[in-house]
């Protein structure tokens, strides 16, 4: 694995593995960007391969059929319109009681096991009491708390975490992958020093569609732009992600915006400058935050966006000149 963040965790598994301890249900639990399922992946790859328990070979039968995504002893349950029913996990039961065709594993994966309806959960506890003897499920999830209790007790946890010691290493890890440092820098905190959070908005080029808008907005604070054009330019642009990468860059800057340790970069950017030269900068900021919520919720309504966009912008402005 590249991800050097999760070698940890997979060495623990494999531990347990080499003490003869295999858990026949294991939570994998981790923040959206932490690689949770590339983890799952290379679990599951070294468990089915034919030639080592330990480090998947990629060339026996078992690997080439697992790289392809038809090996017949894995089943993965995906949410549909985000949620996992029932039927989905009687499928699951259904896998589970045959043998294995070509390996000594049966092994299935719940993406999302936390958008499973009350249905999918009781029936997959009849799963969990009754597990197969050689099959091991692992649920993947951002939100363990919305599993029901009994299905938490019946499974080991797996946790994915960046602990302080080791985001240094990821500003290397991004720089390794190509990406600029500076951009890197203003990345991470954007994304709670998330590494795949960070290097999917640099990489998509959604970091340097935010970077423009903050210019955009700032023209307008400073009258060097007006209003009408600028709310018709964001009506076509804007898009939710940049919309949320818009609210955690004010709950930053309300929360840290005064430690350069966390806001790195960030400092010397020209909006940051700016608002740092205004007398009523955190109101102006609360305002915004504001006015974003209640953009974000009207987002896809009938209600006409470029309209929306103008009276957000001029009631900017005249809380600015409060």
Request: some cysteine; proline content about 4%; aromatic content about 6%.
């Amino acid at each position: 694995m590249n991800e050097f963040w999760l070698a940890p965790v997979l060495t623990r598994w494999q531990s347990m593995m080499a003490k003869g301890i295999k858990p026949q249900a294991v939570v994998i639990q981790g923040v959206p960007g932490m690689g949770k399922k590339a983890l799952t992946e290379q679990v599951m790859a070294n468990m089915l391969c034919s030639q080592s328990d330990t480090q998947a070979c990629g060339e026996c039968q078992s690997c080439r059929l697992l790289n392809a995504g038809h090996h017949p002893d894995v089943h993965r349950v995906v949410a549909e319109k985000d949620i996992i029913k029932v039927d989905q996990i009687r499928q699951l039961t259904t896998f589970f009681a045959s043998t294995p065709h070509c390996s000594q594993h049966k092994l299935a994966v719940i993406y999302d096991a936390h958008l499973m309806n009350t249905s999918a959960a009781n029936a997959l506890l009849k799963v969990l009491e009754e597990p197969p003897a050689t099959g091991t499920l692992f649920l993947l999830t951002d939100a363990k708390h919305r599993l029901l209790p009994t299905i938490r007790s019946r499974c080991i946890g797996l946790d994915v975490t960046l602990d302080q010691q080791s985001e240094s290493q990821v500003v290397d890890w991004l720089k390794q992958l190509g990406h600029e440092e500076n951009h890197i820098r203003l990345a991470l905190p954007l994304v709670d020093f998330v590494p795949l959070a960070a290097q999917s908005i640099i990489a998509n080029e959604e970091l340097n569609a935010f970077l423009t808008f903050l210019d955009d907005l700032l023209s307008v604070l400073k009258n060097q732009a007006h209003v009408t054009q600028i709310a018709s330019q964001w009506s076509e642009a804007l898009n939710m992600d940049v919309l949320l990468m818009w609210q955690r860059w004010l709950l930053l800057v309300l929360k840290h915006g005064n430690n350069p340790s966390i806001m790195g970069p960030w400092q010397n950017n020209e909006f940051i400058l700016w608002l740092n030269s205004q007398p009523q900068s955190v109101d102006l900021l609360i305002t915004m935050h504001d006015l974003l919520m209640d953009f974000v919720l009207n987002f896809n309504t009938q209600i006409k966006r470029q309209l929306m966009l103008e009276s957000m912008l001029i009631s900017l402005m005249e809380r600015k000149q409060v």
